[in-house]
Structure formats: structure tokens, C-alpha cells
């Protein structure tokens, strides 16, 4: 219904106040910090945090303030005592913050260049700085968010793309995230003895973003560029080195850092990598029988190993010379010297061997091993590990030149036989010095069962080791016949896995044996090798132990 009214009183111009601006006239920063600290429910400090992310975009005034009132010290100092209160979408306020959306508007053109699809585009970069105003689900697009259950499954924008291009589209929007607040990075996001005790979820989240950051295609060089001037990859080894992260955290961090690592190989970066990973093992104990004693078990070896198994996998991927042999001055070389040790853990130990086979594949780094006396020294060190399958079978990949990466996760006689190649007569073996080194680890092997034995017989105890491998022999000679190959096949013990352990040291270095006599009997390389004096002298001493 139509009404008339009188306006009465003078008329002014107005203009919408923003919150950026106006909370500086009431005490700025300092008051906005005040309401996180007093926030005692989530709803309080969703607002809270929703007001310090508006005031920081819509005035760098007040960036400038938090950072001059240390206000991310602070900002972290009162999350962490509201832990118990934080969840996802308050994590998303704290990344928005730290990052603003780029959308991308333009046409994709889709080419066919020698059968691969080339994507270009010619289009307008606009920042949206306002990212406040969305909602929580809209952010869901950018994997910080999703599915927990899905938590752990990667967020590969050329998979995007990619469904782009069989879709057939024309033009699509991308949103990407642009690292713009570096002091809310460094001081609350890296900070892990404030997400130390977060849930799994939120810490996977935020590693999430900063590896979103590092791996999406447009802004990876500014973002990278920023992340490097605070030294992610030191705050990511500090990380690690903490004694409270769970094993599916540490993975995300070595994918975000193997990342960091990939994009230009930075020599600074490296070092700081293999400096940690080699500080991860201290000096062996000698026993009081003047052996050394391996070291124990423990989360420092857990984080080793997978630091070794993504510089290996770094190391595959090279394919310049010239930059695989600085990698080996900076990285393999120094790894290789300090792991070869008697004290090392086995499962370390492995991924060493792995590495070691991998840069043997390089014909520079192979003969300059062999003339600083490298095989030897495997002879010497290599026994210490009699009880693990896996090196038995490192040693033989080298000798038939197969690769050794990947790794395989079970080791059975079946993939020692799937090494010999169909036409023995046209492959020449590599490496032939180090079958010593299987001979001396069997003659560890049964050494040390002997003197259990003796031991066991002295005491007046009888050994179950030495009767139950006295038993497997006795049963093996029922089945020795002409073709040796394929009745070893047929062999239980072979399509077993080999267990690794003290326990089951003999059996596999039986079986071990067993397969070098079927391979002499089938190579005449191989039994032409057996014939030198050297190795004669080492299967004599074998035989006497």
C-alpha cells in the first residue's frame, strides 16, 4: 500500500563503515586478540576468528599491527589452549588468512601437438581478497575440507584438467590459493606444538594446504618463493623430529617435502635433508662381549627410512648427468659412507643396499666405489645383517643387473629364480665380488647356529634351531634329481617368504645356498666364477664353519 510521509531534519551524505577501518579507532589488533583469548565456546571463537581474518584483509593497516604487536605469537599462544574447540572450518578461517583465491576467467584452448593435449590461456587474474564473505562449504573445492574418510587421497589439479579435456569444455574457472600473509604461516601454521595436539584430521588438513600451495601450477613459484625465504624444509625436519607424530602425518610431510625437494634441487635444501637424516643415527654401543649392538627400534628410524626411500626416489627421477652427479657429491655419497655400519638397523640397512644399487647403475659412480674399496668393505659389514632376506636379495638384482627399486615389499626363493634371465649364455653377470659378500653372511649365519649349538649342548639343552634345520636339509636331499631347477620349484620353501630374524637365519641361508648350487649347475658365468681362487677360499671357510 502506497504511503506519503514528511522528511523532517537535515539530510546527509553517508558512507558504509568497514570493520577494518573501524576497529582501529576502538583499539585495533589488540582488542580483536582480546576476544580470541576470551572465547570460550566454538561459536564465540568462530567470530573471533572471523573478525581478526576481515580487519587483516580489508586494511594492511592492521597487518602491519599484528605483526608489531607479535600478534601471531599471541594468536597461536590462545589457540592452543582452545584446541579442545578448533575444527575444520575454523582451520579454513586460519587459511584464509594466511592465503587469498585467484580466480582464474578465460577460455581453455584445447591443441593436439604429437598426440598430447597442450592447454592455453589467455586470460584476466583477478584477487579476491573478500574470501571472508563465502561460506565454509564453498572452500570445499580446494580438498581442505573434504570427505574425512578420504582424507589421505591427493588433490592433483592435472587431474582436473585432464577431466576438463574429455569433458570437451571450452572454458572453466580455476580457483587457486596465493600465500599472502607469510607471518601467519611461519608463526601459527608451522607452528606443531600448537597442532601437535590437534586431531589426525586437522593436522592432515593443514598439511594439505601448504602442499596445495607448493603443488598447484600457477602460483607455485611465489608461493614456493615465499615458503623458502622462512625455510619451510627446516620447519618440516623439526616436525618430524618430534616423538608425538603419527605415521600417516609423517607421510604427508615427506610428500610436501619431497615436493619442496623435486622443484629445483636446491643444494642448501639437500644438505640440510641428508645433515638431519644422518644425525638420525648415533654412535654404536659396544657390548660388553666387545660386539656392537644394533640400534633399537624406535621413531627416529621410522622417519629415516622414509626420508631415504623419497631421496631415492628423487634420484630415479634425475635423468641429467650432470645434475645425478652432484647429486651423488651431495646426497648418495655421503649417505652411503655413514649408513654402511655394522649397528645400523636392518630396515635402514635395506633402503641403504637399495640406494647403493641404484647408484651403481651409474657407470662413474660404480667404478669410483671400486677403486676406494667399497665391495670390500661390504664383506666386512654386510655379515652383521645375515638375518635379513632382503639384502641376499639386493646383492643378487645387482649381480644379474636387475633394478632394485622399487622395493619388494615379500621376498621368496621364487623372485631369487625369476632373476635368472632366459638366455644365460647372452647376459653377463656385474658385480661378481659381491657373491663374497653372500658367502660371508651364510658363514655368519651358521656360525652363530654353532655356537648356540655348543653352547645349548655345553648347558645340556638341545636346540631347536640346529635340529629343525637338520630335519629341512635331510627332507631336501629326498627331492635332489637331474633337474634340479624345476624340482626346486616344486619346493615349499619356495613359494614361502623368507622371514627375516635370528630365528630364521639358517633356514634362509639354506635356501640361499641351495639356489647358488642349482645356478652353478645351469650358468657356466656363474660356475666359471666359482672356480677363482677367491671365492673357492671363502666357500672353503664356509664349508668349515
Not at 145 to 168: H, P, R, T, W, Y
Request: some cysteine; aromatic content about 8%; glycine content about 6%.
Amino acid at each position: 500500500i502506497p504511503r506519503f510521509g514528511r522528511l523532517h531534519g537535515d539530510i546527509f551524505i553517508g558512507s558504509p563503515c568497514v570493520i577494518g577501518d573501524s576497529i582501529r579507532a576502538v583499539g585495533g589488533m589488540t582488542i580483536i586478540l582480546a576476544v580470541v583469548e576470551a572465547a570460550e565456546t566454538r561459536d564465540m571463537l568462530h567470530m573471533a576468528l572471523s573478525l581478526l581474518a576481515s580487519a587483516l584483509h580489508k586494511n594492511p593497516k592492521n597487518v602491519h599491527d599484528m605483526r608489531a604487536c607479535r600478534g601471531y605469537h599471541l594468536l597461536a599462544l590462545f589457540l592452543y589452549r582452545r584446541m579442545a574447540l578448533l575444527d575444520l572450518q575454523l582451520l579454513n578461517i586460519l587459511f584464509q588468512i594466511a592465503a587469498c583465491e585467484a580466480s582464474f576467467c578465460g577460455t581453455w584452448k584445447l591443441q593436439q601437438n604429437e598426440g598430447m593435449s597442450n592447454i592455453s590461456q589467455a586470460s584476466m587474474v583477478t584477487y579476491d581478497h573478500g574470501t571472508m564473505a563465502r561460506s565454509p562449504d564453498e572452500f570445499l573445492a580446494f580438498g581442505f575440507l573434504g570427505d574425512l574418510e578420504g582424507f589421505m587421497e591427493e588433490k592433483d589439479l592435472v587431474n582436473c584438467i585432464s577431466e576438463v579435456e574429455s569433458a570437451g569444455l571450452k572454458q572453466q574457472n580455476l580457483n587457486c590459493m596465493v600465500l599472502s600473509n607469510v607471518d601467519m604461516v611461519e608463526h601459527v601454521l608451522l607452528d606443531w606444538t600448537l597442532w601437535a595436539t590437534a586431531t589426525i584430521p586437522i593436522q592432515i588438513a593443514l598439511l594439505r594446504f601448504l602442499e596445495h600451495l607448493v603443488l598447484m601450477n600457477w602460483y607455485r613459484i611465489h608461493n614456493l618463493a615465499i615458503l623458502r625465504q622462512i625455510n619451510l624444509v627446516k620447519y618440516l625436519l623439526i616436525t618430524m623430529q618430534r616423538d608425538d607424530i603419527e605415521v600417516t602425518v609423517l607421510e604427508k610431510l615427506v610428500v610436501l617435502l619431497r615436493s619442496i625437494l623435486g622443484d629445483g634441487f636446491i643444494g642448501s635444501e639437500l644438505e640440510l635433508v641428508v645433515r638431519f637424516v644422518i644425525m638420525s643415527f648415533g654412535p654404536p654401543e659396544l657390548a660388553e662381549d666387545h660386539q656392537v649392538r644394533r640400534e633399537p627400534m624406535g621413531n627416529h628410524i621410522i622417519v629415516r627410512n622414509m626420508l631415504l626411500e623419497m631421496l631415492i626416489d628423487l634420484q630415479v627421477a634425475i635423468k641429467s648427468e650432470e645434475v645425478l652427479e652432484q647429486w651423488h657429491r651431495i646426497v648418495s655419497s655421503k649417505l652411503i659412507t655413514f649408513f654402511l655400519d655394522e649397528a645400523i638397523h636392518p630396515t635402514s640397512m635395506r633402503w641403504v643396499m637399495i640406494l647403493l644399487g641404484v647408484c651403481l647403475t651409474s657407470s662413474s659412480f660404480s667404478l669410483k666405489f671400486h677403486i676406494s674399496g667399497g665391495f670390500q668393505g661390504l664383506t666386512g659389514i654386510l655379515p652383521s645383517f645375515y638375518d635379513s632376506p632382503e639384502v641376499y636379495y639386493i646383492l643378487f638384482c645387482l649381480v644379474f643387473g636387475k633394478d632394485v627399486y622399487p622395493r619388494l615389499p615379500e621376498v621368496r626363493m621364487l623372485d631369487f629364480h625369476a632373476l635368472i634371465p632366459r638366455c644365460l649364455s647372452q647376459n653377463e653377470l656385474k658385480f661378481v665380488d659381491l657373491l663374497e659378500s653372500v658367502v660371508a653372511m651364510a658363514k655368519t649365519t651358521f656360525d652363530k647356529l654353532s655356537l648356540e649349538a655348543t653352547v645349548a649342548c655345553e648347558a645340556g639343552v638341545h636346540s631347536p634351531v640346529s635340529a629343525s634345520l637338520t630335519a629341512e636339509l635331510a627332507e631336501e636331499t629326498k627331492h635332489i634329481g637331474v633337474e634340479l631347477q624345476g624340482e626346486a620349484l616344486m619346493h615349499k620353501t619356495y613359494a614361502a617368504r623368507l622371514m627375516g630374524g635370528t630365528a630364521e637365519a639358517p633356514a634362509a641361508a639354506a635356501s640361499i645356498l641351495r639356489f647358488m648350487v642349482d645356478l652353478a649347475k645351469m650358468c657356466h658365468q656363474f660356475s666359471a666364477i666359482c672356480q677363482r681362487a677367491d671365492f673357492l677360499k671363502c666357500c672353503v671357510d664356509l664349508y668349515f664353519s
